[in-house]
Nanobody, 119 residues
Framework: QVQLVESGGGLVQPGGSLRLSCAASGSIFSISVMGWYRQAPGKQRELVATITSGGFTNYAASVKGRFTISRDIAKNTVDLQMNSLKPGDTAVYYC?????????????WGQGTQVTVSS
């Protein structure tokens, strides 16, 4: 099993910045992809950003150029640097990890951390 613990959420004004961090523990071997998803009230959970073990990144169009995902494989952490935050970024942000050693792949989720962008 893999446990994911998020931190760094909070309240920030529009235009501000936050850095989210996710720490993986447990059976951490063979994690292929880690990422961040978010869910706002009344909306579907959506992808924010992902990063593979090889360092390839993928971003939602709505955050591209504002958010940066990074991963430290040795430390089993993944961070999300969020700049130029907008009210539309308000959501619960969830850390995600995937193993591709089995079929179907094994997917893990963190508990979520609240990000609120408001004046």
């Amino acid at each position: 099993q893999v446990q994911l613990v998020e931190s760094g959420g909070g309240l920030v004004q529009p235009g501000g910045s936050l850095r989210l961090s996710c720490a993986a523990s447990g059976s951490i071997f063979s994690i292929s992809v880690m990422g961040w998803y978010r869910q706002a009230p009344g909306k579907q959970r959506e992808l924010v950003a992902t990063i593979t073990s090889g360092g390839f990144t993928n971003y939602a169009a709505s955050v591209k150029g504002r958010f940066t995902i990074s991963r430290d494989i040795a430390k089993n952490t993944v961070d999300l640097q969020m700049n130029s935050l907008k009210p539309g970024d308000t959501a619960v942000y969830y850390c995600n990890a995937r193993k591709d050693t089995t079929w179907p792949p094994q997917v893990y989720w963190g508990q979520g951390t609240q990000v609120t962008v408001s004046s």
